[in-house]
């Protein structure tokens, strides 16, 4: 047994504590490292076989699993982990970039879970490769699988780089340098296993750091990564029925030798388009922090520039000094919100420009420089983070792939964003949860189409198109900022200013925020039913949310508090006594400034009807009215100290401090001070003014109960039948108005006033 135990509190204490706690457990006399004597190698009956597999979800993937010798003992020289980095880069001369190029992949990743001890122990290593296919790739999976081992013979062809082997060292050396520890418990329980297995002077480095060169171990493992030592699984629905049956889930599959063609590939020889990657450029080397004493520095954010293009918040971190930045960028436009189709083509805006970014940042990735852009319904947001030294660069580098975007758009490049995106829509609305979370977010907003409904138009959507929204998002945009780190102001907006100098293509002044409004659902409860989209899913999902009123900064922190209270009492009655689900829990929400609050829970249609499940869940809550009404101060004042204590709590990295400035421009209400406003108010509540509030506001609510029911014995059976739209059941219960037509159910709302938020 290993034990690692963190707190803020003396060594001499701690040791104390963990001797009283800990010295009767018994000692065993089984050793440490087990031996394998006369041990063969594991899963030798698959070895050279493909196994066929069909899948519930749309996509297709191909997996390449090598099982190789331990590698534990190599921790100083980490050898596969050099081997893993290069197969899984994905840089220009990668295997990814040339299936990407010839649409036959769109992503590849490679290596084990190094903390997992079954994949990697001190008898075996599994290395997995795992391709996700295009249509294309599908009906050449044998040239995609030739691709790798081409590749891998390529290595195995040339001398080790002992210079990709010192970028690697030295990425480790500076993420490791500047590690903060996300998660205490995580950290521990990190440290705790890494005890079994490094000794006592490298348990906290041991599985970080590079240490030693070895090319004599690196091309031991590089001809290990042999046919005769793999196995290959081919996964698509497109398979279609297969002869075996899996016991536990019914998963239909096959086993075929396949030991001539793994023979072949063998012997494939480097393709010309590989080679080993160029020089990172993207390595940080000056890590100097700034000058903090200057009186002007802001404890907040403040606007360092502004103009019709855009606006920019900024402030220089003082408090956690890291040689870091973290930037957000907003790219406000009314395009992605104007119809169903402009959704899509936004959809497919996104998507093609992260296909480009994987490979053009994909070195500063490696840098340990964080990129990532995803859409919303108001615009684009962009989030970079990283060391400061080379920032501009990787900046400068994204500003110049978005705004030649328009001109990157071709028909194949168009055919294979549009075939992956079409299957994202497919395994999102197959799954009850994510297709529950869309039809709920469909009904509170005025402006949002379901997966369902953009998987049904995505075909006739064309190239053409796509380059014409393209052009006309850049005359639409309003680019709202917000850097801060390790920076000067100057610097921050000469960076900023080069985004709206590049990216806005208009004259005039645009709006810098879209016109979206939340829906005021009807006094009278509503009920929404749908059956799961995936007939063999017995999960049930159903969604008991109570529409509260403008977000405003008090009925906010009521509404929090409110839930606190409700939150453990959802889970020990629904979950534990009542048995409705394995997840049973509740959550406040704020949709476009209005507040809510959900009620949540995932049952089983082998036990439950989703009705009956909102029925319990209505008991539940007038249950607990009696238990707030009946609440003392003694109680009362507990529950404050606890939320208290949560809201004075200190931001431990600057990506903490910048997650709560960011949220608040992107909600464009630039409360910076919330937590300290929070604090007041909670200070100065009263019990009555909870119980006032809860019966007055929180109670008088509006509600709605989204159910997708699972198939299962417990579910009256129903055929469901959906056309363009969705088309929810037409049940019928006592006191409710029932949707049985999501859009002419919204077409009878008004929308809410968020004027007054904050």
């Not at 909600?667 to 108010?681: A, S």
């Amino acid at each position: 047994m290993t034990l690692t135990v963190m707190a803020p509190d003396s060594f001499e204490n701690l040791q104390s504590l963990i001797e009283k706690s800990f010295s009767a457990v018994p000692r065993s006399d089984v050793p440490a490292t087990p031996e394998w004597l006369g041990a063969k190698m594991p899963f030798e009956s698959l070895v050279g076989k493909m196994i066929q597999v069909t899948p519930i979800k749309s996509n297709h993937q191909l997996h390449i699993i090598f099982y190789l010798s331990p590698v534990l003992q190599h921790y100083l020289t980490k050898p596969v982990a050099y081997i893993d980095s290069l197969v899984a880069h994905e840089a220009q001369g990668s295997i990814l970039a040339y299936l990407k190029r010839r649409g036959l992949a769109t992503s590849l990743i490679a290596g084990c879970d190094y903390s997992s001890a079954f994949d990697n122990n001190e008898y075996m290593m599994i290395l997995p490769i795992t391709i996700r296919l295009t249509d294309r790739g599908l009906n050449h999976w044998q040239q995609v699988t030739a691709a790798v081992f081409a590749f891998i013979n390529m290595l195995r062809r040339s001398e080790p780089s002992e210079a990709f082997f010192e970028e690697t060292r030295k990425i480790a050396e500076n993420s490791f340098e500047f590690y903060e520890v996300p998660d205490t418990l995580e950290y521990v329980q990190l440290l705790a296993a890494n005890m079994q297995v490094y000794p006592a002077e490298r348990i906290i480095d041991g599985g970080e750091r590079y240490f030693q060169f070895d090319p004599v171990l690196i091309r031991k493992y590089l001809d290990e990564l042999s046919p005769s030592r793999c196995t290959v699984v081919l996964s698509s629905k497109q398979l279609g029925a297969l002869p075996r049956s899996e016991k536990w889930y019914g998963t239909q599959y096959d086993i075929q030798d396949i030991s001539s063609l793994l023979a072949q590939w063998a012997d494939t020889p480097p393709f010309s388009e590989f080679k080993m990657p160029e020089k990172n450029r993207f390595i940080a080397e000056d890590f100097s922090l700034l000058d903090c004493s200057s009186d002007a520095i802001s404890e907040v954010p403040i606007k360092a520039w502004e103009d019709g293009k855009g606006r920019l918040w900024f402030k220089q971190d003082c408090k956690f000094k890291m040689p870091k930045v973290v930037c957000g960028f907003h790219l406000i436009s009314p395009l992605p919100s104007q119809s169903l189709q402009s959704a899509v083509l936004f959809d497919l805006y996104v998507s093609m420009l992260n296909f480009i970014l994987d490979e053009e940042t994909y070195l500063a990735k490696l840098a340990s420089y964080e990129v990532s852009l995803f859409g919303e319904t108001t615009g684009l947001t962009i989030l970079l983070s990283g060391f400061h030294d080379k920032l501009q660069l990787v900046f400068e580098l994204l500003v110049d792939e978005i705004a030649a975007l328009p001109a990157s758009i071709t028909e194949e490049l168009f055919s294979i964003i549009r075939e992956q995106m079409k299957s994202n829509y497919y395994n999102f609305f197959v799954k009850a949860r994510k297709l529950n979370r869309d039809v709920l977010g469909t009904l509170l907003r005025q402006r949002h189409w379901t997966a369902w409904e953009k998987h049904g138009i995505i075909d006739s959507v064309d190239c053409a198109q796509l380059k014409e929204f393209a052009a006309q998002f850049s005359q639409t945009l309003f680019i709202e900022g917000l850097i801060q780190g390790n920076i000067r102001v100057k610097d921050a907006t000469d960076l900023f200013r080069l985004m709206p100098d590049r990216l806005v293509q208009r004259d005039g002044e645009a709006s810098p925020r879209p016109e979206l409004h939340c829906l005021q659902l009807p006094k009278t409860p509503v009920i929404c039913q749908l059956g799961s989209l995936n007939k063999n899913d017995s999960n049930s999902i159903i969604h008991n949310y109570r529409q509260i009123g403008v977000a405003t900064l008090e009925d906010s922190v009521l509404n929090e508090f409110i839930q606190r209270l409700k939150d453990e009492p959802v889970f020990n009655e629904l979950r534990t006594k009542q048995q409705l689900g394995y997840v049973a829990m509740c959550f406040t929400t704020n949709t476009l400034e209005v507040l809510g609050c959900c009620v949540y829970i995932e049952a089983q249609a082998t036990k439950f009807s989703v009705m009956e499940v909102n029925e319990r869940i209505e008991t539940f809550l007038d249950g607990f009215k009696q238990t707030l009404l009946t609440m003392n101060e003694e109680e009362f004042g507990e529950q404050v100290d606890g939320l208290l204590l949560i809201k004075r709590r200190q931001d431990l990295r600057l990506e903490d401090e910048f997650d709560r400035h960011w949220q608040e421009i992107k909600r464009q209400v630039y409360v910076f001070d919330r937590r300290q406003r929070e604090v007041q108010v909670l200070s100065g509540l009263t019990l009555t003014q909870v119980q006032e509030w809860y019966q007055n506001v929180w109670s008088a609510g509006a509600r709605i109960s989204v159910q997708v029911a699972g198939t299962g014995e417990a579910e009256p059976a129903w055929d469901d039948q959906h056309g363009g739209e969705l088309t929810p059941r037409a049940i019928t219960v006592e006191g409710c108005q029932v949707v049985t037509s999501i859009d002419e159910f919204k077409k009878s709302m008004a929308t809410v006033d968020t004027s007054k938020s904050g």
